[in-house]
């Protein structure tokens, strides 16, 4: 079974830039996750899809932040425009209807 | 809110058995897991616990929870080397669609 696919695995933008990432989920997985990891601390959830439907995005900077999921399967999560606090690892996880959840190699941000 | 904590750090030596405790707020939370971080990879799933038991062992690995306290903890039997990297001990937040909360991570350090 292959597993979640990320892309790119670094990008390097100056501030004020835009940046997109994307990802394809294990195939079949309804549920998908958007996590921001900042350096030294543990994974912050963005956003969470439930087939093509937002099922949270509480913590998600909806002013520079955005996301979608086309047609309930790959998703894009887009920054417009980047600040330098933004440099983290970008990290996508989908689960089925069971309680694991699996994840991404992770995008690797730096904003200079 | 919901939150999750662990220790930052552990060091032991090499066959040795290593205990990393975590502890959550949300008495709701369905699942408890752990997830491994080597560096530069994503979060791999190496266990999870359902909120009705108290024990789960596979291979090396025992999960302990003791709900009243909500604490949980990861014993790794025989540590090697290769078991060296951060740990991250995540709970499902009831309130949502399996909606995974993250502690900061322990870092594990196995020496000879």
């Known amino acids: 079974e292959a597993g979640v696919a990320q892309s790119p695995r670094y990008k390097i933008i100056e501030k004020r830039q835009s940046v997109a990432f994307w990802c394809n989920p294990i195939s079949g997985h309804a549920t998908l996750y958007w996590y921001q990891q900042i350096l030294g601390q543990g994974p912050k959830l963005l956003i969470q899809?439930?087939?093509?439907?937002?099922?949270?995005d509480s913590q998600l900077p909806k002013d520079r932040f955005s996301a979608e999921r086309l047609k309930g399967v790959d998703s894009t999560l887009k920054i417009q425009p980047a600040k330098l606090e933004d440099s983290a690892v970008y990290l996508c996880a989908s689960s089925s209807n069971r309680p694991e959840a699996f994840f991404g190699q992770g995008t690797r941000l730096t904003v200079v | 809110g919901e939150d999750v904590e662990q220790s930052l750090f552990l060091s032991v030596r090499e066959g040795d058995s290593s205990v990393i405790n975590c502890t959550y707020t949300d008495s709701s939370s369905t699942y408890l897991y752990w997830y491994k971080q080597e560096p530069g990879a994503g979060l791999q799933l190496l266990t999870y616990i359902f909120s009705n038991m108290d024990m789960k062992q596979d291979q090396r690995l025992t999960v302990l929870l003791n709900k009243k306290d909500k604490h949980l903890s990861l014993r790794i039997a025989d540590t090697q080397t290769g078991d060296s990297a951060i740990y991250f001990c995540a709970a499902s937040f009831s309130g949502g669609y399996n909606k995974l909360i993250f502690g900061a991570g322990t870092r594990l350090a196995v020496h000879p």
């Open positions: 899809f439930q087939n093509n439907g937002v099922v949270d």
